[in-house]
Nanobody
Framework: QVQLVESGGGLVQSGGFLRLSCEASGFTFSWYTMNWYRQAPGKERELVASVAITGRTNYADSVKGRFTISRDNAKNTVYLQMNNLKPDDTAVYYC?????????WGQGTQVSVSP
């Protein structure tokens, strides 16, 4: 079965950095676009970044220039490098794949940015 396991969250000060990882299993990783979403308290879940099978990337306007998504198909892992973090980046971050006509989600990892 499809499994997505995130890691790398934590508490950092504004201006700091974190690197999230998502290890995938149960499907052919290299065949699918991988996504990072986030959900802040009281807000809807939003798409943060995507990386296609070609390596093409897409970012939410709020993170452009600060976040970088990448993938390692040999390790079945997608990463999210987050630099210059801001308090508004505080959220639970989720790894996502749309596979076989449904969405799969990891358990989420908390990112908290203090002023």
């Amino acid at each position: 079965q499809v499994q997505l396991v995130e890691s790398g969250g934590g508490l950092v000060q504004s201006g700091g950095f974190l690197r999230l990882s998502c290890e995938a299993s149960g499907f052919t990783f290299s065949w699918y676009t991988m996504n990072w979403y986030r959900q802040a308290p009281g807000k809807e879940r939003e798409l943060v970044a995507s990386v296609a099978i070609t390596g093409r990337t897409n970012y939410a306007d709020s993170v452009k220039g600060r976040f970088t998504i990448s993938r390692d198909n040999a390790k079945n892992t997608v990463y999210l490098q987050m630099n210059n973090l801001k308090p508004d980046d505080t959220a639970v971050y989720y790894c996502n794949v749309h596979c076989g006509s449904r969405d799969y989600w990891g358990q989420g990892t908390q990112v908290s940015v203090s002023p």
